[in-house]
């Protein structure tokens, strides 16, 4: 069945850099969307970085310019390369896939409630 695995998470000082990698198994190649979502504790899980499977992506506001997300489609893994990192980025990160469709507006792409599959998690801790 269908598989998402996170790794690369850890702590980083302020303004460093962090690469997180999501590998995917049994992904069909129908339109679908691959996302980034981070959960601090006590708050909601929020929608980080997004691509679909043409390769457009989206970016939560809190994170252009900074963050970038991208797949390697040989390897079948997701990426998410953070630079310039602030501590208001810890949370655990989550990487998600969902079935979709080009005729949905892109402000669905970054809300949880549109995913149906969910990687374990891996934790990042910026600190000052």
């Known amino acids: 069945q269908v598989q998402l695995v996170e790794s690369g998470g850890g702590s980083v000082q302020a303004g460093g850099s962090l690469r997180l990698s999501c590998a995917a198994s049994?992904?069909?190649?129908?339109?679908?969307?691959m996302a980034w979502f981070r959960q601090a504790p006590g708050k909601e899980r929020d929608g980080v970085a997004i691509?679909?499977?043409?390769?457009?992506?989206n970016y939560a506001d809190s994170v252009k310019g900074r963050f970038t997300i991208s797949e390697d489609n040989a390897k079948n893994t997701l990426y998410l390369q953070m630079n310039s990192l602030k501590p208001e980025d810890t949370a655990m990160y989550y990487c998600?896939?969902?079935?979709?469709?080009?005729?949905?507006?892109?402000?669905?792409?970054?809300?949880?409630?549109?995913?149906?599959?969910w990687g374990q998690g891996t934790q990042v801790s910026v600190s000052s």
């Open positions: 998600a896939h969902t079935s979709a469709s080009r005729l949905w507006s892109w402000t669905r792409t970054l809300r949880s409630s549109e995913y149906n599959l």
């Open positions: 049994g992904i069909t190649y129908s339109y679908y969307w």
């Open positions: 691509i679909d499977s043409d390769g457009s992506t």
